[in-house]
């Protein structure tokens, strides 16, 4: 699965367990808080990608859209990323949705990856939170019938100079746009065992690179997961002048991100475009759902208590329902409560007759 998430949860490799401190660079905590906002409003923009295998066979579709947002009444910016596609055959894809603060600091997180194997699926879910002067991270693993959940907290005091799924995607669009990588920029991440482990970036210079038949300058980006200093993590990644992505490949892995056509000519072909719509894969019209479903149940609940008679009147149906056990039950129900029709009829009529004095 990891040649379709965006980071490095997926990457199936075990997180040791750090005895000492792990700690993002000065220079790196103090990139993040001095960007510049002009730099922030360039980042607005959707990327269209598409995975290849090694033969150049299409594998499915990779898209980050970074836009500007509001969560709890702050401004931010909402970094989506979508992949979708098959490997071996077998469905699969990545879902991450994160509100980043304008200094890159995550205010929530929701992480979403599935695969469709044959006999079984596999699914992993990350949510990470803001809470109280503390990182919340909350992850749960079902295989199967199997349902694995992790759970940990870090103060913000800890955390400083973390990037997750989505603020890392953001960050490289910044050093896209500045085409240079700063020295030193060593941040940390989360692993996939909820353990605090280092990440870097380093600049790969510029190539030419044809696309669409065009040759372009684009700009390298190299990041890497400290998982252990024998086992890196890696990717390099390349970007246009303005901060488009044009490839993403993980050492390593046959599967390569690209674009087939610059993006002055993509959008021409993205507007003719629908879209497909999972809501529950998005975390905010997710968390919107949430919101309604129990605004209505609590509405629901305080209008059966400011009418005890409702249950009453089902109880009597239901009882006199299953003692004559009718074989048309729409029918009876009809003449059941037929007589409190005709009554209410009855009742909107007296009043309609009565003297307005």
Request: charge should be negative; hydrophobic fraction near 35%.
């Amino acid at each position: 699965m990891e040649n379709y998430s965006p980071d490095g949860y997926s990457a199936g490799l075990e997180g040791p367990h750090h005895e000492e401190v792990i700690s993002a660079s000065n220079e790196a905590v103090a990139f993040m808080g001095n960007i510049d906002p002009e730099e922030l409003q360039r980042c607005v923009f959707t990327d269209y990608l598409v995975s290849l295998s090694e033969s150049g066979r299409n594998l499915g579709k990779f898209t980050v859209c970074v836009e500007l947002a509001c969560k709890a009444q702050q401004p931010c910016m909402l970094v989506h990323a979508q992949s979708q596609g098959a490997i071996e055959e077998s469905p699969c894809g990545t879902t991450v949705t994160a509100y980043v603060t304008c200094d890159l600091e995550v205010l929530e997180e929701d992480y979403y990856e599935y695969m469709k194997l044959e006999g079984r699926s596999l699914e992993k879910r990350c949510h990470i939170a803001q809470r109280d002067g503390n990182i919340l991270i909350t992850k749960v693993t079902t295989e199967g019938q199997e349902v694995k959940e992790q759970s940990a907290a870090f103060p913000l005091s800890v955390t400083r100079g973390l990037v997750t799924e989505g603020s890392h995607l953001l960050l490289m669009r910044l050093f896209a746009l500045k085409e240079k990588v700063p020295e030193n920029m060593i941040f940390i991440s989360i692993d996939q065992n909820l353990h605090i482990i280092s990440t870097t970036f380093k600049e790969l210079g510029v190539e030419k690179e044809e696309i669409g038949g065009e040759s372009v300058e684009v700009f390298g980006i190299k990041r890497a997961l400290l998982f252990s200093e024998d086992c890196p993590q890696t990717w390099q990644c390349y970007f246009l002048p303005d901060g488009h992505m044009v490839s993403r490949m993980q050492l390593g892995s046959p599967v390569a991100v690209k674009i087939l056509e610059l993006p002055s000519h993509q959008e021409k072909v993205v507007k003719i475009e629908t879209k497909s719509l999972s809501w529950e894969e998005d975390m905010q019209m997710r968390s919107k759902f949430l919101d309604r479903k129990e605004e209505l149940k609590v509405d629901h609940a305080s209008y059966l208590r400011r009418h005890p008679e409702i249950q009453a009147l089902i109880s009597d149906f239901l009882q006199f329902l299953l003692l004559r056990k009718p074989d048309d039950v729409f029918q009876f129900a009809r003449e059941y409560f037929l007589p409190f029709s005709c009554h209410q009829a009855q009742s909107e009529s007296t009043q309609a007759v009565e003297p307005l004095i």
